[in-house]
C-alpha cells in the first residue's frame, strides 16, 4: 500500500509545482497584450501588443488590411510573445520565404516568382563576366546565378573574387550582409519596396510599404559597378585625393564615398524617376531567365520619343489590344482605366508604358509619383537624324553627354590579409585590393555591339589583375562595357566629340594627326603591352582585330571604321555643319577630293 | 500492485482534466483555441498540463506496470481473454493519446495526421475507411478525432482497465496520489505546442511516443506503420500462453523490438537536432 510519507511528499511536491503554476500565471497576465485580436478579417493576436499607430505601414498593407504576420509570418494566434515571434521573417520580402509573404496565395505570387527569375535577383551577368575575366569560362555568358556561386563548397578565384567583392547587392543579400552602399534596404521584394532604413537613424514607424518606387532605393545597388543611379543624378565618384580638384562640384555620397557634381539626365532634370522609365519587367523581370541587363531591360528611348528616321519600330498598339495583367492591375490599384481604343506605347517585347499617353498630336508623360504630365517630344526628322552613315546609331550614342571612367584598375589578391566574405556572411582570411590611379567622367567611347549598332562604352575592365595568391591568373585585360549611362542631354554630343576624339573612337589619351594621308595617333603615355597604343585606349589604329567588350561580340570600332570616321573628322574644321553638301554623300565628296575636283585646301588625302 | 492502481489512478486524472478542458477546445480551430487556452484563460496552461503529463503519465505507467507483470510471471492469474485484452490496453491507450496529439493542430499534428491518415489507409482492405471512420476525410475539421480521442478510446481503456483491474473506477488514495503528482508535474513541466507552421527544412516530430515508429517510416513502408506494433503485441499477447524456452524466445524478440524501436528514436532525434 502507498505510505503517508509518499503521500506527504507528494503533497509538498505538488505545492512546489502549484507555486511555479502561480509565478507562471502571474508573468502570463502582465505580458498579456490588451489590443484587438483581429486584423484583416482574421485572427491576428500580434495586434493585441503591437498596438502603436507608427507600427502601422498603411496603405494597402495597413495593419488593420492584413495584419501583422501576412508579411512578418511568425504564429499569429499566439499571445505568448516567444511563440508568437517563432519562425518570424524578421526581414519580410527576403526571397527565403517569398513564396510565404508577398508570395502568398492572394498576394503577389505572380510577382514574386518573376523577381526570384530575374537578374536582380540571379546577377548572372556579373558572374559570367567576372568568371570570364578570370579564364575560368570561354565566354561572357552563362547561367550561374550570384546565389549558386555563393553556395560553393570549393569556389574558385573569380567565385571568391564575386564573394567578396561583388555578392553585396543581389536580392538574396540579407541585412547585416550587404554592401555598404545598401545597408538600410530591405530584402528582396523589400529592396525596391520598403522605405531605406538610413544606418544610425533613430528607431522610425514602421516604414511604407508601396509600389511608388523612389530613386533611393535604386541608387544603393545602382551607384557601384556602371553606376548609372550616380550619373543620372549628375554624380561621378572619384577617389579621396581627387575630390579637391572638384572645388564647389565635391560632394560625399550616401555611404561616404567621395564624388564630384556634373550635368544630371535630362529626365532627372524634368523629375522622371526611375520607375517613370523603366517597365516592370525591366525591374521584376518577365519570368525568364535571361543573361544580362540589356536583355531583360524592355524599355527604349523609341518606346516613348518615337522611331527615329519617321519609320514604324511596331512599338504602339492599342489597349484593346494588350494583355499584360501587371500593368492592367498597376492601372486598376491607381483607380486609373484606358478606353480600349487609346494607343498606347510598347516596350520592346510588348509591355506597354502605361504612364505614357497620347494627348492632341503628341503623347505626354505622367511621373508616376505625382501624377505630373510631361510633354514628351518625338523625335524629329531633321538633318542631325537622318544623316548618311550614322543609321548604325542608337540614341544614346549621340544623346549620353558624359560617363563615368576608371580606366586603371588593379586588382590582388592579398592571401594575409581578411576581407568581409558574403559566401560566409564572416570576415574571412583574404583580401581583393583594388587600386585605380583615379576616376573621370567625360563622354563616352563608340562600341560596336553583337547587333552592329553602334553604342556607348567606358572602360569595364581595363585592368591588372594578380589572383595568383588565390590560385588565378596574372593578366592584363583591356575591355569595355557598353551600357546606356543614364547622362541623356538634350542637346547631342557634337561631331569633333566623336570624329575628332580620339577617346571617343577607343584610341584613347592622345592626340590625332589627320593632315598626312594616314591618320596617326601619338599617345603620350603608351600601353606597356604596344607603344602604339594609349595607356587608356581600347584599341590602336593598325588593331587586326578591334577592342574586346564585356559582352559575346561586343567590340571597338575596327580599323576600316575608325579610317571612314577620322575622314570626315578631317573635314570636319570646315564643314561644320551635318547639312553641309559634303555629307550628302560623303563617299563621292571623298571621291572629288582624292581626283583634285574641289576647292579643298587640306589637300589630297585619299580614303 | 501498487504501480497498476496509481495508473488507473492517472486515467482518472486525465479523463477529468479532459473534461474541464473540452469546452476551451474547437475543431474547427484547435490551434487558435489552444493557443487562447495558453495565453489568454487563467491558468488554462496548468490544466492542460495536467492533462497531458497526466495521460502520459497513464501510458508510461501502463506499460511499466506490463514489464512488471511479465518481468514477475504473473500473467498466468489472467484467463487468455483478460490478458488479451489488457495486451490491447497498450494500443488503445496509444490512440488516445494520439487523438490528444493532433487536436493540437500545430504543424506537427497536421503532418502526424497526414502520416497517420497513410498508415491506416495502407491496411488491407478496410484500411481506407477506417482512415476516414478515426480521422475524418482529408479537409475535414477534427470533430472525429475527437470523438474518438474523449470517447471510444477513452472508454475502452477505462473498460479494459476496470476489467484488468476488477474494479469500475481507482481507489481514493491512488486518485489522490495521481491528482497530485499530475499538479506538480504540471506546474514544474510546462507542455508546449508546436509550431503553427512548419520551418522550412526542419524535420517536424511526431509524439515522443511514437518517435521509435517515425523513424522506421523513414526507412521501411508505410504499412510497417501497423504492421510492427502488431508483431509486438501477438509477441506479449503469446508469452500467456507459453513457457520455457519459448517464453524467453518471446520475451527476447519484444525486447529486440523495444531495443530497435529505440534506437530509431534516437537516430531520429540526432536526424532532428
Known amino acids: 500500500m502507498f505510505r503517508t510519507r509518499t503521500l506527504v511528499a507528494l503533497l509538498l511536491l505538488a505545492l512546489a509545482g502549484l507555486l511555479a503554476a502561480l509565478g507562471r500565471e502571474g508573468q502570463r497576465e502582465t505580458t498579456l497584450g490588451r489590443g484587438p485580436d483581429r486584423a484583416g478579417g482574421k485572427v491576428e493576436r500580434c495586434v493585441t501588443c503591437h498596438v502603436r499607430p507608427e507600427e502601422d505601414p498603411g496603405g494597402a498593407h495597413a495593419r488593420a488590411a492584413v495584419g501583422c504576420s501576412s508579411c512578418h509570418l511568425g504564429n499569429e494566434l499566439a499571445f505568448d510573445k516567444a511563440r508568437a515571434h517563432a519562425g518570424m521573417e524578421a526581414e519580410p520580402g527576403a526571397l527565403r520565404t517569398v513564396s510565404r509573404t508577398c508570395g502568398r496565395a492572394g498576394c503577389h505570387v505572380r510577382e514574386a516568382q518573376r523577381v526570384a527569375t530575374s537578374l536582380m535577383a540571379r546577377a548572372s551577368g556579373i558572374v559570367s563576366v567576372d568568371r570570364w575575366v578570370f579564364g575560368e569560362i570561354p565566354q561572357p555568358r552563362g547561367a550561374a546565378t550570384m546565389r549558386e556561386t555563393l553556395a560553393k563548397a570549393d569556389p574558385s578565384p573569380a567565385e571568391r573574387h564575386l564573394g567578396k567583392l561583388c555578392a553585396g547587392c543581389h536580392l538574396h543579400a540579407l541585412r547585416g550582409n550587404r554592401d555598404d552602399a545598401i545597408h538600410g534596404n530591405g530584402s528582396g521584394c523589400s529592396s525596391c519596396h520598403v522605405a531605406r532604413r538610413l544606418p544610425g537613424a533613430v528607431p522610425r514607424p514602421h516604414p511604407a510599404v508601396d509600389a511608388r518606387v523612389t530613386d533611393d532605393r535604386c541608387l544603393g545597388c545602382h551607384s557601384r559597378s556602371g553606376r548609372i543611379a550616380l550619373t543620372y543624378e549628375g554624380l561621378y565618384e572619384v577617389e579621396k585625393d581627387q575630390a579637391g580638384a572638384c572645388g564647389d562640384a565635391a560632394t560625399t555620397l550616401h555611404d561616404g564615398r567621395p564624388a564630384c557634381r556634373a550635368e544630371a539626365d535630362v529626365h532627372r532634370l524634368a523629375g522622371l524617376s526611375c520607375v517613370d522609365c523603366h517597365l516592370h519587367t525591366d525591374l521584376m523581370g518577365d519570368g525568364r531567365e535571361w543573361e544580362h541587363e540589356e536583355d531583360q531591360v524592355e524599355i527604349t528611348c523609341e518606346a516613348c520619343h518615337g522611331p527615329v528616321r519617321g519609320g514604324s519600330a511596331g512599338t504602339e498598339t492599342t489597349w484593346g489590344e494588350v494583355t499584360d495583367p501587371i500593368s492592367r492591375d498597376l492601372l486598376r490599384q491607381r483607380g486609373e482605366t484606358r478606353p480600349p481604343e487609346e494607343h498606347v506605347r ?34 524629329p526628322i531633321d538633318a542631325n537624324h537622318v544623316l548618311p552613315g550614322h543609321e548604325r546609331l542608337t540614341c544614346s550614342s549621340c544623346h549620353a553627354a558624359w560617363a563615368p571612367t576608371c580606366s586603371t584598375c588593379h586588382t590582388a589578391f592579398d592571401a594575409s590579409g581578411k576581407q568581409w566574405d558574403f559566401a560566409k556572411a564572416v570576415e574571412t582570411p583574404g583580401r581583393w585590393v583594388e587600386t585605380s590611379e583615379g576616376y573621370a ?31 588565378g591568373p596574372r593578366a592584363s585585360r583591356r575591355l569595355f562595357a557598353s551600357l546606356d549611362p543614364h547622362s541623356t542631354g538634350k542637346k547631342a554630343r557634337s561631331c569633333e566629340s566623336c570624329h575628332l576624339s580620339s577617346w571617343a573612337l577607343g584610341l584613347g589619351t592622345g592626340t590625332l594627326d589627320l593632315s598626312g594621308a594616314e591618320p596617326a595617333f601619338t599617345p603620350p603615355a603608351p600601353a606597356a603591352e604596344d607603344a602604339r597604343m594609349a595607356s587608356d585606349a581600347w584599341t590602336h589604329l593598325d588593331a587586326e582585330h578591334p577592342g574586346a567588350g564585356t559582352r559575346v561580340d561586343l567590340r571597338s570600332l575596327d580599323a576600316k571604321e575608325l579610317r571612314r570616321t577620322l575622314a570626315v573628322g578631317a573635314c570636319l574644321p570646315c564643314h561644320r555643319d551635318g547639312r553641309d553638301p559634303v555629307y550628302r554623300d560623303f563617299e563621292q565628296a571623298k571621291s572629288r577630293l582624292a581626283a583634285g575636283g574641289t576647292r579643298c585646301a587640306f589637300g589630297n588625302r585619299g580614303g | 500492485m501498487i504501480l497498476g492502481r496509481l495508473t488507473y489512478g492517472l486515467l482518472l486524472v486525465a479523463v477529468l482534466s479532459g473534461l474541464a478542458l473540452a469546452p476551451f477546445w474547437s475543431a474547427a480551430r484547435p490551434l487558435e483555441s489552444l493557443e487562447t487556452l495558453n495565453g489568454a484563460t487563467p491558468w488554462g496552461f496548468w490544466l492542460r498540463g495536467v492533462h497531458a503529463l497526466s495521460s502520459w503519465g497513464f501510458l508510461l505507467g501502463t506499460l511499466a506496470h506490463l514489464v512488471e507483470v511479465l518481468w514477475k510471471k504473473t500473467d ?5 481473454g483478460v490478458w488479451w485484452r489488457s495486451v490491447a490496453l497498450l494500443p488503445v491507450s496509444i490512440l488516445a493519446l494520439l487523438g490528444g496529439f493532433l487536436m493540437r493542430g500545430d504543424a506537427e499534428a497536421q503532418a502526424g495526421l497526414a502520416v497517420w491518415r497513410e498508415v491506416s489507409a495502407s491496411i488491407p482492405f478496410a484500411g481506407r475507411a477506417l482512415a476516414a471512420l478515426l480521422l475524418g476525410v482529408p479537409g475535414s ?38 491528482a497530485l503528482g499530475s499538479f506538480a508535474a504540471a506546474g514544474l513541466l510546462p507542455v508546449s505546442l508546436g509550431p503553427a507552421v512548419a520551418p522550412a527544412g526542419a524535420l517536424l516530430l511526431g509524439p515522443w511516443y511514437l518517435l521509435g515508429l517515425q523513424g522506421a517510416l523513414l526507412h521501411l513502408p508505410v504499412v510497417a506503420g501497423w504492421l510492427l506494433p502488431l508483431l509486438l503485441l501477438a509477441v506479449v499477447g503469446l508469452v500467456r500462453h507459453v513457457d520455457g524456452r519459448w517464453r ?26
Not at chain 1, 354 to 369: A, C, E, I, M
Not at chain 1, 442 to 459: K, N, Q, S, T, Y
Request: charged share 15%; aromatic share 6%; glycine share 10%.
Open chain 1, 346 to 379: 510598347l516596350g520592346r517585347r510588348g509591355t506597354p508604358v502605361w504612364n505614357l499617353r497620347p494627348s492632341g498630336d503628341g503623347w505626354v508623360t505622367f511621373r508616376k509619383g505625382q501624377g505630373v504630365a510631361l510633354a514628351t517630344k518625338q523625335t
Open chain 1, 441 to 471: 567622367a567625360r563622354p563616352p567611347a563608340l562600341a560596336v555591339r553583337a547587333d552592329g549598332r553602334i553604342a556607348p562604352a567606358m572602360p569595364g575592365m581595363v585592368m591588372d589583375l594578380d589572383a595568383t595568391s588565390a590560385g
Open chain 2, 76 to 80: 498466468g492469474r489472467l484467463s487468455p
Open chain 2, 141 to 178: 475539421d477534427l470533430a472525429p478525432v475527437a470523438l474518438h480521442h474523449a470517447g471510444t478510446f477513452t472508454l475502452l481503456a477505462w473498460l479494459l482497465t476496470a476489467e484488468h483491474g476488477r474494479a469500475l473506477a481507482p481507489d481514493l488514495r491512488s486518485t489522490v496520489l495521481a
Open chain 2, 248 to 273: 524467453t524466445t518471446l520475451l527476447a524478440v519484444a525486447a529486440a523490438w523495444s531495443a530497435g524501436y529505440l534506437a530509431f528514436t534516437v537516430r531520429l532525434l540526432l536526424a532532428a537536432r
